[in-house]
Nanobody, 116 residues
Framework: QVQLVESGGGLVQPGGSLRLSCAASGFTFSTTAMSWYRQAPGKERELVVAISWSGGSTNYADSVKGRFTISRDNAKNTLYLQMTSLKPEDTAVYYC?????????WGKGTLVTVSS
């Protein structure tokens, strides 16, 4: 079965950096597009960035362009999200997600808190 396990969240000061990871299993990761979503307290879940199976195409939310970088290691079945210049408004639970056969699969998420 599809499993997605996020890690790397934590507390960071404004302007700081974090790298999130998502370990994927149960499907052919190397041929599958992936995405990162986030959900801030009291807000709806929103797309942060998506990446094609090869990594050659990405689509970032305007709010994170120039600060966040998505990447993937198809040999390790792992998705990454490098976050820099973090702002308090980036505080959220970050989810790795994949869509397979019409079903969206989600990890349990990892909490990122940006605060001084």
């Amino acid at each position: 079965q599809v499993q997605l396990v996020e890690s790397g969240g934590g507390l960071v000061q404004p302007g700081g950096s974090l790298r999130l990871s998502c370990a994927a299993s149960g499907f052919t990761f190397s041929t599958t597009a992936m995405s990162w979503y986030r959900q801030a307290p009291g807000k709806e879940r929103e797309l942060v960035v998506a990446i094609s199976w090869s990594g050659g195409s990405t689509n970032y939310a305007d709010s994170v362009k120039g600060r966040f970088t998505i990447s993937r290691d198809n040999a390790k079945n792992t998705l990454y999200l490098q976050m820099t210049s973090l702002k308090p408004e980036d505080t959220a639970v970050y989810y790795c997600t994949v869509r397979k056969v019409g079903i969206n699969y989600w990890g349990k998420g990892t909490l990122v808190t940006v605060s001084s």
